[in-house]
């Protein structure tokens, strides 16, 4: 039986106040399953990565339920659903977002640390690992190549093993080829530990890898594409 680990019932959203707010999200529902692999596509300014934020609990919805892993995010505070995002929500952005002073262990090591974590280097160390960067740990963001910088970022967002698996653009600072490596780390990682992959990306080729695809315009979901090759698939 499936279960949906992500569930938004007539979301709407306007950033912004008076003359200047926009209605970002228009009454959007959308349910995801349990290990899918979900690819939202649209133009600039479609409301793709508002609402990968809404769905992380970034974002503040003014109206409808946003239910993500059996919980309702709604009437949370901001600790309350900061720590929830931390234990069931792994986040990898187009830029990286490393602190730039700290070692690429560290960098993946302090948020564990701050959430409580019993062993956070140790977790951490093997996470680097596990995305080829056991001879990096020592080294800074700034001495990391794009795609070695974004690799501390994927296992940044794995060591806690979350639920759930978001990426907004993770190839879009990236070479073709580079992109396309850690591309194949985002599926085989989320395929490995059972994770849900959401991901937004303007790239039709990482969109097609996706089981699923959502497609969205001028803040709507529009109708359903035709179903594309299982992720994972080249």
Known sequence: MTEAVIELQNVSLTLGQGPSSVNVLKNVSLSVNRGEATGIVGPSGSGKSTLLMVIAGLERVDAGVVRIAGETLNGKTEDQVAAFRGR?????????????NMTALENVAVPLELAGHRD???VAS????AVGLSDRV????????????????????????????????PTGNLDQAT????????????SERGMTLVLVTHDPALAARCGRQIAMRSGRIEPALEPVASAGSR
């Open 88 to 100: 069931n929500i792994g986040i990898v952005f187009q830029s990286f977002h490393l602190i730039p």
């Open 120 to 122: 956070p280097f140790a």
């Open 126 to 129: 093997r996470e680097l690992a």
């Open 138 to 169: 020592t080294h800074y963001p700034g001495e990391l190549s794009g795609g070695e910088q974004q690799r501390v970022a994927i296992a940044r967002a794995l060591a806690p093993d979350p639920r759930i698996l978001i990426a907004d653009e």
């Open 179 to 190: 992109g396309r490596q850690i591309a194949d780390l985002l599926f085989a990682k989320a």
